[in-house]
């Protein structure tokens, strides 16, 4: 059952260590095109118009708080959790760089050509189609093993100090920070709690789909 996968698969295109800077094509190519799955999942969710991910959320919160604007929050947000991979002992790689260029790019393109639905059914299939286009691309980069991004390194981190499955340690930090973003006035859409809640489950279906499919 893949709520109970504990571990990231290995394929034979998945590279032997995250610090490689040159990969073989086929890893490179998994790694860009789990990573433009996962951008167009980030910004079909923000066209749905149901709400933003729960790092936004969180970010929106402490702006609200503070005198920094939310792309300065986010970055200090990033900062500080790429700080909390030091002790769960997770390092850095060119999925870590690529994971920041090409999913802001991908929610670029989002939000310049893909137009919002109208009805709210449809806002809610997109919103639920975007945590699902999220999961399985964060499933194909991941197994890349190039270095996971901020919330994945700490989601990997966590897990493999909990030994809890994937599912649940991702579920358990998207609904911890939306709840603070919450708390402190950020605004939680549907959409906002599908991502909290689903993106566990979604992740771990995408891991478990690219052991099945692409090994």
Do not use: H
């Not at 490179?28 to 433009?36: D, E, R, S």
């Not at 708080?65 to 850095?92: A, C, E, F």
């Amino acid at each position: 059952m893949f709520l109970s996968i504990k571990k990231i698969p290995k394929t034979n295109w998945s590279s032997e260590n995250p610090f490689n800077f040159k990969p073989k094509f086929s890893t490179f190519f998994f790694l860009c095109f789990g990573l433009t799955l996962f951008g167009l999942g980030e910004g079909l969710l923000i066209i749905s118009l149901k709400g933003a991910s729960p790092w936004s959320v969180l970010a929106q919160g402490i702006s609200l708080n503070v005198d920094y604007s939310i792309g300065i929050i986010t970055l200090i947000i990033s900062i500080v959790v790429l700080i909390l991979w030091i002790p769960l002992r997770q390092k850095p790689g060119m999925g870590t760089i690529f994971n920041a260029l090409i999913i802001a790019g991908m929610i670029d393109l989002c939000i310049n050509f893909v137009p919002s639905p109208e009805s709210y059914i449809s806002q809610i299939i997109l919103a639920i189609v975007a945590v699902l286009t999220v999961g399985l691309g964060g499933g194909i980069y991941l197994v890349a093993n190039l270095g996971p991004g901020a919330r994945d390194g700490l989601m990997i981190g966590l897990q493999q100090k909990t030994n809890l499955p994937i599912a649940a340690v991702r579920a358990f930090i998207e609904i911890s920070v939306v709840s603070a973003g919450w708390y402190l006035g950020g605004t939680v859409g549907v959409g906002t709690l599908m991502f909290a809640f689903g993106i566990g489950p979604a992740v771990a279906l995408g891991l478990f789909l690219v052991d099945k499919i692409f090994n």
